[in-house]
């Protein structure tokens, strides 16, 4: 079976300062990776997926996320936020078809002035 | 292009009651999907559409919940009779059959209230 957890429900933050949102996996096989971003009063939208390759992936609006094996985690970063970028994050975790998404419980990411 | 939409964007209803809900995929996307998400906890699958066909329904919580999708087009979750534990966000997506499910695109999600 396949989880996913966010550990931090709220990450509070100030204009311009770095932001790491932490999320654990687990799963008995080999796992494809993304992280989602909701707006409010929007749908989620794709930041960046992890599927093979290089294990830092680069997203939208300047995020990243480090995938690591060892750890089973994939951390989302990044090195300076802005007010815009206040919205709730989800981590997730496919099956091999992509067909079933496997979403953590959200963070909620709050930057202030 | 328009994007997936979801009608209503809020719904309340009496424990008991019926309730339907919409889902209009991006055009020519055969693959659709909904999720629920209840009291801030994670998002869960429900089930997967491909076309008119259901491929994976393992998620749906019990026979109170009906889905379908007429003509491969837009899809309905019907709750019948309604408890108060399927308060919560239904999100609908979609995606091209060629790309699979890892390019999702999601609705804004229809909030539903059971009281």
């Known amino acids: 079976a396949q989880s996913v957890t966010q550990l931090d429900s709220q990450v509070p933050v100030f204009e311009e300062a770095p932001v790491e949102l932490r999320c654990n996996y687990s799963?008995?096989?080999?796992?494809?990776l993304f992280w989602y971003v909701q707006y409010p009063n929007q749908g989620l939208q794709l930041l960046l997926k992890?599927?093979?390759?290089?294990?830092l992936v680069k997203g939208i609006n300047g995020f990243e996320a480090e995938f690591n094996k060892s750890q089973t985690s994939f951390h989302l970063r990044k090195p300076s936020v802005h007010i815009s970028d206040t919205a709730e994050y989800f981590c997730?975790?496919?099956?091999?078809?992509?067909?079933?998404?496997?979403f953590g419980s959200g963070t909620k990411l709050n930057v202030k002035p | 292009e328009a994007g997936v939409t979801q009608f209503p964007s809020h719904s309340v209803i009496e424990k008991g009651q019926t309730v339907t809900l919409r889902c209009d995929p991006i055009?020519?996307?055969?693959?659709l999907y909904w999720y629920r998400r209840v009291m801030g906890k994670e998002i869960k699958f429900l089930l997967h559409f491909v076309k008119e066909s259901k491929q994976d329904e393992s998620g749906m919580p019990n026979n109170r919940f009906l889905a379908e999708r007429t003509g491969g087009t837009y899809s309905t979750l019907k709750v019948q009779p309604a408890e108060l534990e399927d308060s919560g966000v239904y999100f609908c997506a979609s995606s091209l059959l060629r790309t699979g499910g890892y390019e999702q695109y999601f609705g804004p999600g229809t909030r539903l209230t059971v009281t």
């Open positions: 997730a975790v496919s099956d091999r078809n992509f067909n079933k998404f496997y």
């Open positions: 799963s008995s096989v080999s796992v494809y």
């Open positions: 055009s020519g996307h055969d693959n």
């Open positions: 992890y599927l093979s390759g290089s294990t």
